[in-house]
């Protein structure tokens, strides 16, 4: 095993944070790596190396290929069609390998997940949606027919909490659109995943619609408003499409725990407040660190608890909840489409829980909190624990 696979693999987690938790813990390893991520996702996996680090998927798929009993499964899943020229040569090495070892593959493999893009013909209409990012933003793209010939992409981005906050318009060839549909899906971070034309306008109304008040709406808008937000009465957003495809209704533990695990490993989210209430409560938990009156480590501890469940009741007011709520509910298409089912109905779960749970009950703004008071956080925890071992010390 080369130096550079576990690196390459290393950047796979990060561009597809569905599959982390399989492809960390294996540590390069192509074994433990399939062992952990099962033959459908290690598929998808060395899909995007292949796409994105040849030369580390070409390595990955020869390992595979070395182990047919267990191998033969993610390379026989593996679609060709849409991999650079080099990995396309890697991948039939591979299979014949395994031909010439009496495993049967067949010539005509599925068709590509990771980079499948929208039609693009005569009459375009395709929209793309990318994850949204640590801040609460992500963009949105719309491609259409231009009327003086090619292609016109629209690159919106949108903000649950601040509306639409830019709006770029490009006139392009529709080879180069293509082209670029095919980069965004394959992006290291916040790659795009394919949707709705309609349901697409649908959400980019729904941000401009709850503008912020001290943010007007960007010029390119109200140039291209018809174009980018006009969608019948009642369409769904992307979000709400996972909804109906996935439920979300019912009440399930487990899967809160799995989404509250996601924000933690900051696959998900955070999505912070606003810094004028996330620094009052970063202020009090500075305070009772430097509290002479509260001693006590233990003390201190549930103190800083009392004030994390003081702080999420105010942070997480009805208004942020419905934002955060949203957020996870956009997460849910992306990961659905993404065909991460089980962390895409995690995400379902913890926006009903942000609709019909108290914050200090939701393990979901629990673990936000965490996130985004990390700091604050590991420096109470510090003094505690230096208090705690100065109590120990035996004076003279």
Known sequence: MSVGLPEALERA???????AGGIRPANGDPAQLLERLGAEAAARVLEWLLCNEPEAGAELAAAWAEDPETGAGPLRQVAGDALPKESKKALRRALHRLRSR???????????????????????????????????????????????????????????????LEVEVYTTGRSRARQFLREITRRGQFPAVEADPQAVRALVARAASGQAKDRPLPRGFAEWRSRVSAAPEGTATPGELAREALGGDEENGAALERAADLVRRREIGPWPPGSEVLGSLAEELAELGRSRILVSPASRRERAESLLQEGAVRIFDDAFAAATSRRFEESAYVLWKREAVAEARACLAAARAFRAQAPGDNPVARAILDVVLEPALRKLEEESKSEEESSLLVRP
């Open 102 to 164: 009496g495993v049967a593959v067949p010539q005509d493999r599925p068709s590509a997940v990771v980079a499948r893009l929208p039609s693009l013909g005569d009459d375009l209409n395709a929209a793309m949606v990318s994850a949204i990012d640590p801040r609460g933003a992500r963009l949105v793209y719309l491609v259409e027919s231009n009327p003086s010939g090619g292609a016109r992409l629209f690159e919106v981005m949108l903000d649950e909490t601040r509306g639409v």
């Open 13 to 19: 987690a990060s561009g597809l944070p569905a599959h």
